[in-house]
C-alpha cells in the first residue's frame, strides 16, 4: 500500500511562490494517476490539479491554471506542485492523493482517489 507524505508548505506573501512536494512509498509510483487538493476550514475539499503515470497528461482546476503546475517525477517517487502568483484565496491544507492506473489518464474528483498524505499548510498573506 502507497504511503504519502506531502512538504514545502509555509507562510508566504501574496504574489509569492511554493512548491509543494509530495513523496510516495512502494515500487509501482509510476503506475499511479496523482493528484493534488486542497481545503479550507469549513470548505469542501477542492481539487486542484491532476497528472497522469507517464507525466505526459495534465490538468488543473480553472481556479489555478496559469498559476499552479503539477509535474512528477517517478525516478524520485515525488509529485510537485509548483504554486506561483499565489492568492490569500490560495490559503488551505493541501492534499495529495494517488489511485492505481485503471485505464484513465486523471481523476478530478476526491472519491476515486485510493491513498491520501496528511497535508500540508498553506498560508497566503495579503
Known amino acids: 500500500q502507497v504511503q504519502l507524505v506531502e512538504s514545502g508548505g509555509g507562510l508566504v506573501q501574496a504574489g509569492g511562490s511554493l512548491r509543494l512536494s509530495c513523496a510516495a512509498s512502494g515500487r509501482t509510483f509510476s503506475s499511479y494517476i496523482m493528484g493534488w487538493f486542497r481545503q479550507a476550514p469549513g470548505k469542501e475539499r477542492e481539487f486542484v490539479a491532476t497528472?497522469?503515470?507517464?507525466?505526459?497528461?495534465?490538468f488543473h482546476a480553472d481556479s489555478v491554471k496559469g498559476r499552479f503546475t503539477i509535474s512528477r517525477d517517478n525516478a524520485k517517487n515525488t509529485v510537485y506542485l509548483q504554486m506561483n502568483s499565489l492568492k490569500p484565496e490560495d490559503t488551505a491544507v493541501y492534499y495529495c492523493a494517488a489511485v492505481p492506473y485503471t485505464g484513465r489518464n486523471y481523476y478530478t474528483s476526491a472519491s476515486e482517489y485510493s491513498y491520501w498524505g496528511q497535508g500540508t499548510q498553506v498560508t497566503v498573506s495579503s
Open positions: 497528472i497522469n503515470w507517464s507525466g505526459r497528461s495534465t
